[in-house]
């Protein structure tokens, strides 16, 4: 079983960074994939990004693509999720969560049926 600890949420203002973290204990497979969702108030969980353990594939979801960065250390059972240039719209509860791989038949990194793991969230709020 694997426990996923998130940190790094807070308040900014539009136009501001933060960098979110997720610290993973317990085994992880090389082909474990870390994704990051968020679930605004009131409004459906959705995929924002997803980074391959094994080969450090990433994936990005269109609304952030280009302000948000995800990445790894390996070292530090450690996933990020570096998000400038932050919206009000990107103001959300934030999860990371792992499932065995991001992409499969039948299964696309954003779908979270497969995800099997889920961190307890950290906010994002971001005012206008």
């Known amino acids: 079983q694997v426990q996923l600890v998130e940190s790094g949420g807070g308040s900014v203002q539009a136009g501001g960074s933060l960098r979110l973290s997720c610290v993973a204990s317990g085994y992880t497979h090389s082909r474990t994939c870390m994704g990051w969702f968020r679930q605004p108030p009131g409004k459906e969980r959705e995929g924002v990004a997803a980074v391959g353990v094994g080969d450090g594939s990433t994936y990005y979801a269109d609304s952030v693509k280009g302000r948000f960065t995800v990445s790894q250390d390996n070292a530090k059972n450690t996933v990020y999720l570096q998000m400038n240039s932050l919206k009000p719209e990107d103001s959300a509860m934030y999860y990371c969560?792992?499932?065995?791989?991001?992409?499969?038949?039948?299964?696309?990194?954003?779908?979270?049926?497969?995800?099997?793991?889920w961190g307890q969230g950290t906010q994002v709020t971001v005012s206008s």
């Open positions: 969560a792992t499932k065995l791989m991001c992409n499969f038949p039948g299964s696309m990194w954003y779908d979270m049926k497969d995800y099997t793991n």
